[in-house]
């Protein structure tokens, strides 16, 4: 058997849809039955009955997983927020140097403490020169309030508070939103009186703890888990209403110019210069005879002294914005290169689970050369989405708008799409006839039970009798973007590998 399960498998049975299409749903869903009551065999958690209970044959169910509650880290350069990050999640994640300057491309970590889940947002990484530092920090807090439920506001207790400090603290009170502050370095006991200091900030108990040594940490999460919502305020899906499209893209693309064509006036300003629009603009347009809701993230605006951060700042917001939206349309300049930072933000989208369009714009600025090149760049570097709608258009001219509309409607119909549980569990027995897993260890892993637990975005969780290799859960990823299409929305395919009960 070879070793690389991708290259063995073959090209699909071009009648299994047809069958899987005349299947007896009755009978189907008296298989599944049967399937889902064979795990009782197995051992099962609390989370895992909560997936099972989840299992519907309706098709037209709409099932959210809920949103977890965020918390950002703000604080002034060098004062450990990167240190705090790794302690919370109990691994090396964030990049910690003692030169600030860092760039990193993840702002948004998953953390768990005491069996509560929630999102981490970092906000630190870089710093300008002096002349900008208040600035940038005041940027850094303003984000972190739109994008979170609670804010962790550290500060170098050996340094006290200063007037940077004091310049974000007005601006936390304003928020209304919870706001704890870190006194961190406190590495000893004896260093607990100079924390105290820290009263005068008037955001009351500072709390002291070490990051680089955990010292108070535990209280401290402790503490913060009692204020935190089990599910996010800000990160909760909408229910009803217009669908909510994001435009993103790296600086300088046309988003303010695609949002303006497509609201029909002047509405976000442009300017050839880089990064000039700074806060997000809902619009609410009719289009293609149906209302919209688009949010433009063009990021922070490029002040001078701040360039080096303005490309981080763009990445908040647009995870920001992606909270918030159900479809994110990435504009990509064809007249320059594909970039990292285009995959990047098309990285950010398929994290968040978000529905997705690439929409390749100035296209009517290149010639026949330019297209082969684009199209050899597109295979190498876009492979991943290859399942996502593009559209060529001109923001700048309107030309090739009206495609926009189907691509959206395409992408958000995949992301709602339901397979029910009989239809899903004939899907993987027939998956396993055609190609079973091969043998690992002397076992071969077979799938027990197969459910969809959630939509926007499709989320499938197969129970299996041990861990499938990565090549064979692509293999049942593609075989379903084959049968049920999935176009412009991701496929979140998780295992859960459990043994026989003892007798």
Avoid at 121 to 142: H, K, L, Y
Avoid at 317 to 337: C, F, G, M, Q
Wanted: hydrophobic content about 40%; aromatic content about 6%.
């Amino acid at each position: 058997m070879t070793n690389n399960i991708d290259d063995a498998i073959p090209e699909l049975d071009s009648e299994l849809a047809s069958r899987l299409s005349n299947l007896d749903e009755d009978l189907a869903s008296q298989r599944a039955s049967a399937l889902r009551s064979g795990l009782n065999d197995y051992e099962l958690d609390e989370e895992d009955f909560e997936v099972l209970e989840n299992a519907t044959e309706d098709p037209d169910a709409i099932q959210y997983l809920p949103a977890l509650p965020v918390i950002a880290i703000v604080g002034r350069p060098n004062v450990g927020k990167s240190a705090l990050v790794n302690r919370i999640l109990g691994r090396r994640e964030a990049v910690v140097e003692d030169t600030p300057g860092v760039t990193r491309d993840r702002v948004t970590y998953k953390g768990e403490w005491n069996e509560r889940k929630f999102s981490l947002v970092d906000t630190g990484g870089w710093e300008p020169d002096a002349r900008g530092i208040d600035a940038s920090v005041a940027a850094q807090a303003e984000v972190a309030i739109d994008l979170c439920d609670l804010v962790m506001f550290v500060v170098d207790s050996n340094v006290g508070p200063t007037s940077t400090d004091e310049a974000v603290v007005r601006m936390l009170r304003k928020s209304g939103k919870p706001v704890f502050l870190i006194a961190n370095k406190v590495d000893d006991i004896r260093q607990e009186p100079e924390a105290a200091s820290l009263w005068a900030l008037g955001l009351g108990q500072p709390w002291p703890v070490s990051a680089l040594h955990g010292r108070g940490v535990a209280d401290l999460l402790d503490a913060i888990l009692k204020e935190l919502p089990e599910i996010s305020n800000v990160a909760k899906q909408e229910v009803g209403g217009p669908r909510r499209v994001a435009i993103l893209g790296r600086p300088n693309v046309g988003k303010s110019s695609l949002l303006n064509k497509v609201v029909g006036e002047e509405r976000v300003v442009v300017n050839a210069l880089a990064g000039t629009t700074r806060d997000p603009v809902d619009e609410q347009v009719e289009l293609g005879g149906k209302v919209w809701r688009f949010v433009d993230t063009a990021g922070i605006r490029r002040r001078v002294h701040l360039s080096q951060g303005a490309d981080f700042y763009a990445s908040l917001r647009t995870s920001a914005a992606l909270e918030k939206a159900e479809v994110a349309v990435v504009l990509i300049d064809v007249t320059e290169v594909i970039s990292e930072q285009d995959v990047r933000v098309i990285d950010l989208v398929l994290e968040s689970g978000r529905a997705l369009v690439l929409a390749f714009n100035k296209w009517d600025q290149i010639d026949d050369d330019r297209r082969r090149y684009l199209e050899r760049e597109i295979e190498q570097d876009l492979a991943h989405v290859s399942w996502a709608p593009r559209v060529n258009i001109s923001a700048k001219t309107g030309r090739h708008m009206e495609k926009l509309v189907p691509a959206l409607e395409l992408a958000l119909e995949s992301w709602d799409t339901r397979v029910p549980t009989g239809k899903f569990n004939a899907f993987l027995a027939e998956l396993a006839a055609a190609h079973p897993h091969p043998v690992r260890g002397g076992k071969q892993p077979r799938i027990l039970f197969g459910t969809q637990a959630s939509s926007r975005p499709p989320t499938f969780v197969v129970f299996t009798t041990g861990f499938l290799d990565p090549g064979y859960r692509r293999y049942i990823q593609r075989r379903l973007r084959e049968i049920w299409g999935f176009e412009g929305s991701p496929i979140n395919l998780s295992m859960r590998v459990r043994e026989k009960r003892k007798r």
